[in-house]
């Protein structure tokens, strides 16, 4: 397996504008993660999905940020406007129930909101 | 006051020390613990994981956990440099399976 993928790896942006961040989980994992990373509060939970529904949202900042995952294999995280304080690193993760609670990331998206 | 408290460090050890990083935390209901290891510009990666009070080891990496404090380790004996990155501990309740809370990460430099 190619393991979980997420594109685009850099994303570079003006304030206002939408981003879109994409995520592959690995195949046949039921739960995908969404984290945001940034050096001053570290990795953060956002939203994570089971079986493409949302179970906890919790952690999403604000109405600027969601989550959607039309399909077992795709999930995507939109912020619309951006703002600089949005810049971090956005990581997805995948899971396996009943596979042990081991999460699988993916490489990361690196965004920067100017 | 976080649920996860880590010092973020960052800690420069020759090679061949033993490393010792740890965690606090305040959420009773936590019941697994892992730690994953990240490398510069990669994703966090499962390194240790353990359910219970006391040790486990894997090779160089030994996990500890005291429930009663609240506190868990990790060692790493004969330290080298490949095992230069960022450290971070991580919790999960039983009760939200997959929902992991995690430290904010000690940067570890192993230099030659």
């Known amino acids: 397996d190619a393991g979980v993928i997420q594109s685009p790896r850099h994303e570079v942006t003006e304030m206002g504008q939408e981003v879109t961040l994409r995520c592959k989980p690995i195949s046949g994992h039921d739960y995908l993660f969404w984290y945001r990373q940034t050096m001053m509060r570290g990795l953060e939970l956002l939203i994570y999905?089971?079986?493409?529904?949302?179970?906890?949202d919790s952690g999403m900042p604000e109405d600027r940020f969601s989550a959607k995952m039309p399909n077992a294999s795709f999930s995507t995280l939109k912020i619309q406007p951006s703002e600089p304080r949005d810049s971090a690193v956005y990581f997805c993760a995948s899971l396996e129930a009943g596979g042990g609670e081991t999460q699988y990331f993916g490489p990361g998206t690196r965004l920067l909101v100017l | 006051q976080k649920e996860v408290e880590q010092d973020p460090g960052p800690l420069s050890v020759p090679e061949g020390a033993i490393v010792s990083l740890n965690c606090t935390y305040s959420n009773s209901a936590f019941q697994y613990f892992m730690w994953y290891r990240q490398y510069s510009r990669k994703g966090p990666e499962l390194l240790m994981y353990t359910y219970s009070s006391g040790n486990k080891e894997d090779g160089r990496f030994t996990a500890q956990v005291d429930k009663s404090s609240k506190y868990i380790s990790l060692f790493i004996r004969d330290s080298q440099p490949s095992d230069s990155a960022t450290y971070l501990c991580?919790?999960?309740?039983?009760?939200?399976?997959?929902?992991?809370?995690f430290g904010q990460g000690t940067i570890l430099t192993v230099h030659p």
């Open positions: 999905f089971n079986n493409n529904v949302p179970i906890d």
């Open positions: 991580a919790m999960g309740e039983g009760t939200s399976y997959g929902k992991l809370t």
